[in-house]
């Protein structure tokens, strides 16, 4: 069993307060373990799982396969858009096909986001612009240094608000693509733990995403009081709306159909070539 801190890395988004919010405030038994807390954008997650810098990272499904060698999937933990997720927006009404070769503000280079886009299109010109705060994204599209944004997190419930249109739905295309959901963000823990101590943490993991749920109006009361850097979804109806999508049923287990949607995931990358062959999935218990 670790007897240092576990390294807990995830993100600034309201979905992974909520998960982790029983943990961080002592609501449950952590049974004998010690975790540090570390919240940073998607993208930076991401790195900091390539870097082997943490030992429980929430990350992008689409970095996965970079980590498998050194990380297991948590079979709980994870966002997923049943008909819904990230959306495409622009000033103006327009196509994908009408956007190729114009400049795409994308919140990562391997988030899922943007493996799912280049399924659906190719020819984009990605430029980064990470997610927090989350009116960055917004700025970007206002001043022109971007023709339209791909919006994953709470962004996605902003745009149209701000007078944006909707250019595409990437959980839609999925769904009519493949009749699966559409996985986003996935826990995953670090295979050096060892197998004993990574069923622990597991366990411990699960039972805080089953306390979240069970106490959903009291997590939503606290996340909506946090300092953020970004208030637009300080509101409770709208984190009320955020949090339905992305943290409910399949945050506490991965159903079959969820499994299958990130094999048929990589499958098609790997047909793309945006994915090398031979991809593995590991889970942990």
């Given at each position: 069993?670790?007897?240092?801190?576990?390294?807990?890395?995830?993100?600034?988004?309201?979905?992974?307060?909520?998960m982790f919010h029983a943990l961080a405030n002592g609501k449950i038994d952590p049974r004998g373990l010690t975790f540090e807390h570390r919240r940073a954008d998607t993208s930076t997650l991401n790195a900091l799982a390539e870097k082997e810098e943490a030992d429980v990272v929430a990350v992008s499904l689409g970095a996965y396969p970079g980590l498998v060698g050194r990380y297991l999937l948590l079979p709980h933990g994870a966002s997923v858009g049943r008909g819904y997720g990230p959306v495409v927006v622009a000033r103006a009404a327009t196509t994908?096909?009408?956007?190729?070769?114009?400049?795409?503000?994308?919140?990562?280079?391997?988030?899922?986001?943007?493996?799912?886009?280049?399924?659906?299109?190719?020819?984009?010109?990605?430029?980064?612009?990470?997610?927090?705060?989350?009116?960055?994204?917004?700025?970007?599209?206002?001043?022109?240094?971007?023709?339209?944004?791909?919006?994953?997190?709470?962004?996605?419930?902003?745009?149209?608000?701000?007078?944006?249109?909707?250019?595409?739905?990437?959980?839609?295309?999925?769904?009519?693509?493949?009749?699966?959901?559409?996985?986003?963000?996935?826990?995953?823990?670090?295979?050096?733990?060892?197998?004993?101590?990574?069923?622990?943490?597991?366990?411990?993991?699960?039972?805080?995403?089953?306390?979240?749920?069970?106490?959903?109006?009291?997590?939503?009361?606290?996340?909506?009081?946090?300092?953020?850097?970004?208030?637009?979804?300080?509101?409770?109806?709208?984190?009320?709306?955020?949090?339905?999508?992305?943290?409910?049923?399949?945050?506490?287990?991965?159903?079959?159909?969820?499994?299958?949607?990130?094999?048929?995931?990589?499958?098609?990358?790997?047909?793309?070539?945006?994915?090398?062959?031979?991809?593995?999935?590991?889970?942990?218990?």
């Open positions: 069993m670790a007897l240092s801190p576990i390294r807990l890395a995830y993100s600034v988004d309201a979905d992974d307060a909520f994908l096909s009408d956007l190729v070769g114009k400049r795409v503000a994308i919140p990562g280079e391997t988030t899922t986001a943007w493996l799912v886009l280049r399924l659906m299109q190719e020819g984009l010109v990605p430029q980064v612009v990470p997610i927090s705060p989350f009116s960055r994204v917004f700025d970007s599209l206002d001043r022109g240094e971007v023709d339209a944004a791909l919006l994953i997190h709470e962004g996605r419930l902003l745009y149209e608000q701000r007078g944006y249109a909707r250019v595409a739905e990437l959980g839609e295309w999925w769904a009519g693509h493949t009749g699966l959901p559409l996985p986003l963000g996935v826990n995953v823990i670090r295979r050096g733990l060892g197998e004993a101590c990574i069923a622990e943490i597991s366990r411990v993991l699960s039972d805080a995403i089953a306390w979240a749920l069970a106490h959903r109006d009291e997590v939503i009361g606290a996340i909506a009081g946090e300092s953020r850097g970004d208030q637009a979804l300080g509101r409770t109806e709208l984190l009320d709306t955020y949090l339905g999508m992305y943290a409910n049923a399949d945050t506490s287990s991965m159903a079959p159909d969820v499994r299958r949607a990130i094999e048929v995931l990589f499958e098609e990358a790997k047909k793309a070539g945006l994915l090398p062959a031979g991809t593995p999935i590991a889970w942990a218990p």
